[in-house]
């Protein structure tokens, strides 16, 4: 992503979580844990406090997962699991989930985001396009054009969206602006 891009994102994001506020607020890992895993959470942090000022957004704690579980966020606990597999990325992007999730305004906006640009655009089985036994078979996606920006199978994946109404617009904009720095 270019500076004008990252540029326009951190506003929008500082706009949606209120402002200007207090840091991050992702909490250090709960429960069983290893000292890379305790890392991951910590570069996670520190990437998101230059990304998001976090007035309004709840708390949201860190568990550890084992490594075959996908990293995942429980919206009824407000808490992000992951392994030391996922590295800080998937923190991040989990972490997009909770600002979609519990502020106000992030989730219609990434619903009518998605709606917009995927208009007319049938979904696509993940499962049967990639050939992975990761998806389950109600997984789908639209490509778009975010195939300009995101490579192979996570372009599908930012054009999903969940039964509940929530999707990877806000998710994967984060991760992606985590792994692709200026």
Do not use: C, W
């Not at 402002?19 to 895993?37: D, V």
């Not at 996570?154 to 999707?167: E, L």
């Amino acid at each position: 992503l270019n500076e004008t891009a990252h540029g326009i994102i951190k506003t929008e994001l500082s706009i949606i979580a209120g402002g200007k506020g207090s840091p991050s607020n992702l909490q250090e890992p709960q429960g069983a844990t290893s000292p890379s895993f305790s890392n991951d959470v910590g570069k996670a942090k520190q990437f998101l406090e230059g990304m998001v000022h976090n007035a309004n957004v709840p708390p949201v704690t860190t568990g550890y997962a084992t490594a075959n579980n996908r990293p995942g966020y429980q919206p009824e606990v407000k808490s992000i699991t992951a392994s030391t597999m996922d590295t800080p990325r998937a923190v991040v992007h989990e972490y997009g989930h909770h600002l979609e999730y519990n502020v106000p305004g992030v989730q219609k906006a990434a619903q009518e985001f998605l709606k917009y640009r995927t208009a007319g655009e049938p979904p696509t089985s993940l499962r049967e396009k990639f050939h992975e036994g990761r998806y389950k078979p109600e997984e789908t996606g639209r490509k778009d054009d975010f195939d300009k920006v995101f490579e192979g199978r996570s372009a599908y994946y930012v054009g999903k969206q969940y039964k509940d109404g929530s999707t990877e617009v806000i998710a994967m904009g984060l991760e992606k602006m985590h792994s692709d720095p200026i």
